[in-house]
């Protein structure tokens, strides 16, 4: 046991292999690292911004976690920083609980995650439906993109208010002359990040956007409000203060970022295995690297970290192959800090809320949304209830919520699957045959399907009836529920005067069938078969041998669960 724990710490350590190629690769990767720290310098400070921490908090988590998750995360092109995700699950902390949290709150769930991806948490994501993420991702657009209308208009942001009351609020008591000169700047700036790609796709269309409406702000004096005054080096690294209160208070905060660090990062880091040839990631260690850069981001005074899969694409399309990307892009990002910090402070607000407007609009999955509206009611119902909740009240919820709306879906589409069906005798009819019911459990017996299946074969009642024998070899899923509730049909029959012969038990089955006590019901071990014949052949005789008469009073009610008549299966 010990020897597992040492490989498992040994695999999450960094190793030569992470650079693997990089001779041949350095040039792309020092190009594509250039290239997504252009793109990340805006959404930095926006997000940092956006979360209620400020854009130098933004600016120094992009540079230190980034760097931190590149040597020590699970895949090779993953780009970590600030993200619109966690700004909007920061956000009503930091109003809540005051900035100087933020710091405490980063390195608590930065060692939540770290304890997930050492105890092989990892993989979890996988678990998450398709339409909840589409879902989660069109609410977190939504927020984005209504965390900006303040900005936008000029107007200070309302203090504890959700996004949407926050925006409807501004919007409604909005003033012409502040909100003319930032509209101007949003106008200017969505233009160029829109018209730019379509001139040259190479241009870091963000970047140079936030510049134009800069000094355009400047050349016109516009009264707009700026980001103001960055530090000009990194703030001295220091563990932040920590008691047993501010522990316990800040402990669900914490478990909720770290959920959505995780689930972020993994996402991320799956996008970028499909898109890049540099083989697969390993989500434990994509976890462990990912918490160690958000315990790193709150040492330096920064905000918690994630994967963030915008960055991360323009990344492998850039050419990014090894983890020299992410890194260049972090020491790019650092020269901001110490060459360029005075001009980066005279950016206007409205710029950069102008390009989280953009960035919200182009994360919406337009053809995720059509696709899953069309393939079932239950996908777009779960699509749109993640959506909802996820703008109307708390993301971790939504998520949660859709996972058990999805659950619920697929149980009752199982449940209708499942079925019991009466079938003819196999063969030539022989006397007494009308006295044997031969019965197919398909589907599932399962805590949704066990009582109508019960009630199925309960009230399919013939006078006739002296045996019964239950076929359980077409049955896939059998849960606790079921084998007791078959356990309790087996001796209410028997109870009737009724022989229950049981074939075709399958061996994963049989364990759980024989704990509650179906076995035990039989009134013989040889009541329990594995073929058909055999157990066909053990009916006869049973009919044969008593003496002949009405059986059990069995009527000919239709049975709540389709009972059918067919020829059985061999």
């Not at 402070?345 to 919200?360: D, K, Q, S």
């Not at 699509?383 to 919820?397: E, N």
């Not at 509650?516 to 009541?527: A, K, M, Q």
Request: glycine share 10%; charged share 15%.
């Amino acid at each position: 046991m010990m020897g597992q724990h040492v490989r498992r710490a040994v695999r999450m350590l960094p190793r030569t292999a992470d650079y693997a190629g990089l001779r041949t690769t350095w040039t792309r990767d020092l190009i594509a690292g250039l290239t997504v720290g252009v793109v990340a310098l805006p959404l930095a400070l926006a997000f940092g911004i956006s979360s209620g921490v400020g854009a130098a908090a933004g600016l120094v988590t992009a540079v230190v976690a980034g760097v931190v998750a590149a040597v020590f995360g699970g895949s090779h092109v993953q780009v970590s920083g600030p993200t619109g995700a966690m700004a909007v699950v920061l956000a009503p902390i930091v109003a809540h609980y005051g900035v100087g949290s933020v710091a405490l709150v980063t390195v608590l769930a930065g060692v939540i995650v770290v304890v997930a991806g050492m105890t092989g948490l990892g993989r979890a994501v996988t678990f998450i439906p398709w339409p909840v993420m589409e879902g989660f991702t069109l609410g977190i657009a939504v927020i984005i993109f209504l965390q900006q209308v303040p900005a936008a208009l000029g107007q200070p942001v309302p203090q504890g208010r959700p996004p949407l009351a926050a925006a409807a609020q501004v919007v409604a008591a909005v003033d012409p002359d502040t909100a003319g000169p930032a509209l101007v700047v949003v106008l200017v700036t969505a233009a160029l990040m829109v018209g730019l790609p379509r001139l040259h796709a190479a241009l870091p269309a963000s970047l140079l956007a936030v510049i134009a409406a800069t000094v355009l702000a400047a050349g016109l004096s516009l009264t707009v409000t700026r980001i103001g005054v960055l530090p000009d080096q990194l703030p001295t690294p220091h563990w932040p203060h920590t008691d047993l209160a501010a522990l316990k208070t800040l402990a669900g905060a914490a478990l909720a970022i770290a959920a959505l660090a995780a689930i972020e990062s993994l996402l991320s880091a799956r996008v970028a295995a499909a898109m890049s040839a540099t083989g697969p990631y390993d989500p434990d260690r994509e976890l462990v690297g990912q918490g160690l850069a958000s315990v790193a981001s709150g040492v330096f005074g920064g905000m918690p970290a994630t994967g963030a899969i915008a960055r991360t694409a323009v990344n492998v399309r850039s050419g990014a192959r090894t983890r020299v990307a992410a890194i260049t892009h972090s020491v790019l990002l650092l020269a901001v800090v110490y060459l360029a910090s005075g001009p980066v402070g005279e950016i206007p607000l409205a710029a950069l809320a102008a390009v989280l407007m953009v960035t919200a609009l182009r994360m919406v999955p337009y053809r995720s949304v059509v696709r899953i509206v069309r393939a079932s009611r239950s996908s777009a119902v779960t699509f749109a209830l993640t959506a909802v909740v996820t703008v109307c009240f708390d993301l971790i919820q939504a998520v949660e919520i859709g996972i058990a709306v999805t659950a619920v879906f697929a149980l009752r589409a199982l449940a209708r699957r499942s079925s019991v069906a009466r079938e003819e005798l196999p063969g030539p009819a022989e006397p007494g045959d009308e006295r044997i019911a031969l019965l197919r459990l398909d589907g599932a017996m399962f805590f949704g399907a066990a009582e109508r299946i019960s009630a199925a074969i309960s009230d399919a009642r013939h006078p006739e009836v002296s045996v019964v024998i239950i076929r359980l070899s077409q049955l896939g899923l059998l849960d606790a529920t079921g084998a007791h509730t078959l356990a309790q049909i087996t001796r209410d029959l028997e109870a009737q005067g009724i022989t229950v012969i049981i074939k075709g038990v399958q061996p994963e089955h049989e364990s759980l069938l024989r704990n509650v006590g179906v076995f035990d019901g039989l009134r013989h071990d040889n009541h329990l078969v594995d073929t058909l014949d055999e157990a066909i052949a053990h009916a006869r005789r049973h009919v044969a041998a008593e003496t002949p008469g009405p059986a059990s009073g069995l009527d000919e009610r239709p049975a709540q669960l389709r009972i059918e008549h067919g020829p059985g299966p061999n």
